[in-house]
T-cell receptor
């Protein structure tokens, strides 16, 4: 059974701070990893993907991948209230496996 | 790029009727489309995967005769909820991909069955 584990939260972070979202995955065959953001009542929006070990930066977002530890993270710098959402960690091998999401709250 | 649309965005129907939801990839050809369902405050649940011109592959527990999926072209997939009942009320979301792993989601269709 392929699984992606995330802390459901809520994770509360003050505005301007760094939000750190983490997940682990069970399938060592996973080759691609994605972070989706989902606002309440809306569909998921792809914000980052990463395929190789290390860090990948895009604006205020940094995705980190450690395949040896089967660990993926997403850092959001200078957090804004508009970043408040549920963040889904997704691992791709033969199909995608979704985590249940972490509810992030940025406090003004 | 990678825009996926859904129609309608919301629909209310009476119990026993059928509802069709369309999913279109607007700026790319989607070799694979996915249909998800999400109940309030719950995670996405994959219902089925469809490849253009092939029969859909349904996840365990999803009734294929109730949720009819047609992927007639590389830009269009439809989900028909047949003989809908109140327990089918949910947020239905499609996504599309073109061979890479990324899936791009449509905006979703909120179905309410009265």
């Amino acid at each position: 059974q392929k699984e992606v584990e995330q802390n459901s939260g809520p994770l509360s972070v003050p505005e301007g701070a760094i939000a750190s979202l983490n997940c682990t995955y069970s399938d060592r065959g996973s080759q691609s990893f994605f972070w989706y953001r989902q606002y309440s009542g809306k569909s998921p929006e792809l914000i980052m993907f990463i395929y190789s070990n290390g860090d990948k930066e895009d604006g205020r977002f940094t995705a980190q991948l450690n395949k040896a530890s089967q660990y993926v993270s997403l850092l959001i710098r200078d957090s804004q209230p508009s970043d408040s959402a549920t963040y889904l960690c997704v691992a791709g091998a033969d199909g995608l496996t979704f985590g249940k999401g972490t509810h992030l709250i940025i406090q003004p | 790029g990678a825009v996926v649309s859904q129609h309608p965005s919301w629909v209310i129907c009476k119990s026993g009727t059928s509802v069709k939801i369309e999913c279109r990839s607007l700026d790319f050809q989607a070799t694979t489309m996915f249909w998800y369902r999400q109940f309030p405050k719950q995670s996405l649940m994959l219902m089925a995967t469809s490849n253009e011109g092939s029969k859909a592959t349904y996840e365990q527990g999803v009734e294929k005769d109730k949720f009819l999926i047609n992927h007639a072209s590389l830009t269009l997939s439809t989900l028909t909820v047949t003989s809908a009942h109140p327990e089918d009320s949910s947020f239905y979301i499609c996504s599309a991909s073109w061979g890479s792993s990324e899936q791009y989601f449509g905006p979703g269709t909120r179905l309410t069955v009265t």
